[in-house]
């Protein structure tokens, strides 16, 4: 059984910064994507960024220049580095993995909450 294990998530002021980390066990030894959601009370979840296992990056626009995702293989761990926090990025913040790509072996952790206060 896979398993996400996610921490790093907290409050904090507008305009400061968190690291969330996301570390993946179980019996899969490599994901082929790796990444984040979010998603805030009353609206659907959203994709923040995810990194391939070769280190190609999508983000969502709103949090491009901001937030950077990084990814240890070795580890089967994704980061996601978060400056300049704006209160719109409170939301609950979901890992997620994808063992081959195309979302027929995927996973999600049970999400960190961020809050940025201003």
């Known amino acids: 059984q896979v398993h996400l294990e996610e921490s790093g998530g907290g409050l904090v002021q507008a305009g400061g910064s968190l690291r969330l980390s996301c570390a993946a066990s179980?019996?899969?030894?490599?994901?082929?994507?790796m990444g984040w959601y979010r998603q805030a009370p009353g609206k659907e979840r959203e994709l923040v960024a995810v990194?391939?296992?070769?280190?190609?990056?999508t983000y969502a626009p709103n949090v491009k220049g901001r937030f950077t995702i990084s990814r240890d293989n070795a580890k089967k761990t994704v980061y996601l580095q978060m400056n300049r926090l704006k209160p719109e990025d409170t939301a609950v913040y979901y890992c997620?993995?994808?063992?081959?790509?195309?979302?027929?072996?995927?996973?999600w952790g049970q999400g960190t909450q961020v809050s940025v206060s201003s």
């Open positions: 179980g019996g899969i030894s490599s994901y082929y994507l």
């Open positions: 997620y993995a994808d063992a081959i790509g195309g979302g027929l072996d995927e996973y």
């Open positions: 990194a391939t296992s070769a280190d190609s990056m």
